[in-house]
């Protein structure tokens, strides 16, 4: 099992440096810079990182052709692969995240995200691609400079129509909280598109990003998971339904502005929700607890890794130097 950690989006230059030497040195597979929009562009962030190690693979994630063409996409993780010597990666997206910000509507998500890997992919062929698609053109679009072995190309997927496009046409697919319950359908799903498309799964990647929340003390971990369940799949209900009652979905949808106020106001008080309701979507959606709950913890991922994904991608937040040497000298050792 292949091990990444994704960090926040708040990590400076110098610091994503330092910690991509730290997860470098644990033997972790790759380390993964946000892309958020009030945030420091993560392709010039992850500069001093790319210069500073030598094995460990560093990507972004996502990238939406709604907010930078695909043309623009394939010249950043270009550059940022030159950089790093053929260690760059990048997750592209649908990035409702942004187009509700920009005021965009990402309208035919499906093709529009196919479209941005082909021609990212195109431009890492040698010669120059003439792509006519329906949303996005790039005509002449070659990228001779590139000389590093290609970076890789996910795509950013949970239901079942991204997960087939990526399977069709992208390196690997990065699902994001795609938890137990549904992990099993959607691995399954890309499997049956990679046969029905004439592709191998050997070399396929199934990254699945989970939030990792653990501490030495239970209570901060509770309180970090809570306050940040609102960026769990925006706690939508296809999500919700897969563990909880209706009625249970219904407390957390009629209160889902509580979740924002918590989120932005960095508390974990969530009006309006009962702790067992909260406790239940942290259990389902994190992995959280106390340096107690590691051996349970590890024992719940070891069944996870059992679905048939090949990546599993840490979400870190509050102190993620701490979760790398927890992940490092623990959770990845009992994975392998």
């Known amino acids: 099992?292949?091990?990444?950690?994704?960090?926040?989006?708040?990590?400076?230059?110098?610091?994503?440096?330092e910690l991509a030497l730290l997860a470098e040195g644990y033997g972790l597979r790759a380390l993964?810079?946000?892309?958020?929009?009030?945030?420091?562009?993560?392709?010039?962030?992850?500069?001093?990182?790319?210069?500073?190690?030598?094995?460990?693979?560093?990507?972004?994630?996502?990238?939406?052709?709604?907010?930078?063409?695909?043309?623009?996409?394939?010249?950043?993780?270009?550059?940022?692969?030159?950089?790093?010597?053929?260690r760059a990666e990048v997750v592209i997206g649908g990035g409702g995240y942004w187009c509700s910000r920009m005021g965009a509507r990402?309208?035919?998500?499906?093709?529009?995200?196919?479209?941005?890997?082909?021609?990212?992919?195109?431009?890492?062929?040698?010669?120059?691609?003439?792509y006519d698609g329906e949303l996005y053109k790039a005509y002449g679009y070659h990228s001779e400079w590139a000389t590093d072995p290609a970076p890789l190309v996910y795509a950013g997927a949970s239901r079942e129509q991204m997960l087939r496009m990526g399977a069709r046409v992208a390196d690997g697919i990065m699902t994001s909280d795609v938890i137990?319950?549904?992990?099993d359908e959607a691995?399954?799903?890309?499997?049956?598109?990679?046969?029905?498309?004439?592709?191998?799964?050997?070399?396929?990647?199934?990254?699945?990003?989970?939030?990792?929340?653990?501490?030495?003390?239970r209570d901060v971990s509770m309180r970090e998971a809570r306050r940040e369940l609102i960026t769990r799949?925006?706690?939508?209900?296809?999500?919700?339904?897969?563990?909880?009652?209706?009625?249970?979905?219904?407390?957390?949808?009629?209160?889902?502005?509580?979740?924002?106020?918590?989120?932005?106001?960095?508390t974990h008080v969530i009006e309006g929700v009962p702790d067992s309701i909260l406790d239940k979507l942290v259990e389902n959606f994190t992995i959280a607890g106390s340096l107690d709950d590691l051996d349970?913890?590890?024992?719940?991922?070891?069944?996870?890794?059992?679905?048939?994904?090949?990546?599993?991608?840490?979400?870190?937040?509050d102190d993620p130097a701490f979760a790398i040497r927890l992940i490092g000298e623990k959770i990845a050792p009992a994975l392998n």
């Open 106 to 130: 990402p309208e035919r998500m499906v093709r529009a995200v196919r479209e941005a890997i082909e021609i990212v992919k195109g431009s890492f062929r040698g010669k120059p691609l003439q």
């Open 32 to 86: 993964w810079a946000q892309n958020y929009v009030p945030a420091r562009d993560p392709f010039m962030c992850l500069v001093p990182a790319a210069q500073a190690t030598k094995k460990i693979k560093l990507g972004v994630v996502v990238v939406s052709p709604y907010e930078m063409h695909p043309m623009k996409i394939g010249n950043a993780v270009l550059t940022l692969n030159e950089f790093c010597q053929g």
């Open 296 to 317: 349970t913890r590890i024992a719940e991922l070891k069944e996870y890794a059992a679905t048939g994904i090949t990546e599993l991608c840490f979400r870190t937040h």
């Open 187 to 217: 691995v399954a799903t890309v499997k049956a598109a990679l046969e029905e498309h004439g592709r191998s799964e050997s070399g396929f990647r199934f990254n699945s990003a989970i939030a990792f929340h653990m501490k030495e003390d």
């Open 180 to 183: 137990r319950p549904l992990i």
């Open 233 to 266: 799949a925006v706690l939508g209900e296809w999500y919700l339904r897969s563990f909880m009652s209706d009625a249970e979905v219904a407390v957390v949808r009629d209160n889902i502005a509580a979740f924002y106020t918590a989120y932005r106001a960095k």
């Open 1 to 17: 099992m292949n091990i990444d950690i994704m960090l926040e989006p708040d990590q400076s230059p110098d610091q994503l440096a």
